[in-house]
């Protein structure tokens, strides 16, 4: 006779409207079907990643289909209860939902509980610290980059079956995740009054602190305020010489009216400037000095690949 399943069972073949249930959903498959291949999987995927001990005889739940506010994932057992709520873009977090999401974990019995909120931001930035300070003992930050090293780094020592699916979930992430997420833009500096920037000052006077926003003459609508980075091209140097992440903009008056307000301490100068020879490397930036256009949108892919040059 066949097993009729409920709506919160975990099965890699379900299909989702929304993308990131469908992701979200694919990575508790993975570490369902892990009991077969590796009974510690789970336990070293959360401590690799977490930090988390995870106890036996766990359940997952994939929740799909009910009310606002309800976690993506529940895993528990009689000690322990996990929350995920899972986001594939930058800055999509709602603090209704975390909030929903808090209420719900206190009532729970078990005496672990977390929410875990799995998104592209990286883990360091303002935005998230903000919203893990609304309840640090409860709410942990999960970089998809970190789930993607994992499973990669496990996939490449093993052969088999389970490792085939790993490979191509991993190829997934990193096409609609990474290869389309907007990490920050890259900006042309203008140099000279209107802006007020001055290319033999600008580099020493951030060095000492005294800039805590940036202008620019329209707004860039990617610098939301969501721990995305603006970074800076220099044109007489041709390079890339600073990336910070913006708080929040604000219009005030002047040719470049558009405040880009910094998040303290997250501006770096990149001691070793970035070659535009470098970003011109990478496809769609292939015109970037000859261009127009006065500021261009970078994916996570491409970051990651420029900034090792910086380091």
Known sequence: MMKSQNETDVNI?????????????GL????????IEDNSFVNKFFQDTLSIQITPNIDFK???????????????????????EAKIILGALKMVQIDSH????????????????????????GYIKEVIDKKPDLIVHLEWKKV?????????????????????Y???????????????????IGFGDKSGVYRDK?????????????????????????????????????????????????????????????VPNSLKIYEKPIPVSKLEEID???????GRAPHWNLTHEQYEELIKYSE
């Open 13 to 25: 073949f379900r299909s989702y409207k929304q993308e990131e249930n469908r992701f979200t959903n």
């Open 28 to 35: 508790i498959a993975i570490l369902d079907l892990s009991k």
């Open 62 to 84: 994939v929740l799909r289909g009910i009310e606002e506010g309800t976690p993506d994932v529940e895993i528990s057992n009689n000690e322990i209860c996990f929350y995920i």
């Open 102 to 125: 808090i209420r719900s974990l206190t009532r729970k019995k078990q005496s672990t509980k977390k929410l875990i909120l799995l998104t592209p931001d990286n883990s360091k930035s």
């Open 148 to 168: 993607y090293n994992y499973l990669d780094g496990y996939a490449k020592q093993n052969k088999s079956v389970f490792t085939e699916i790993l490979s191509q």
């Open 170 to 188: 991993l190829s997934e992430i990193q096409m609609k995740i990474f290869e389309q997420d907007i990490i920050g833009v890259i900006a042309k």
């Open 202 to 262: 600008y580099l020493e006077e951030m060095r000492k602190g005294e800039w805590t926003d940036w202008g620019t003459p329209r707004l860039y609508k990617n610098l939301d305020g969501h721990g995305r980075k603006l970074i800076l091209y220099d044109p007489k140097q041709e390079a890339l010489t600073v990336e910070v992440e913006i708080k929040n903009v604000k219009k005030e008056d002047g040719e470049y009216p558009w405040r880009n307000k910094f």
């Open 284 to 290: 769609k930036f292939r015109n970037f000095k000859k």
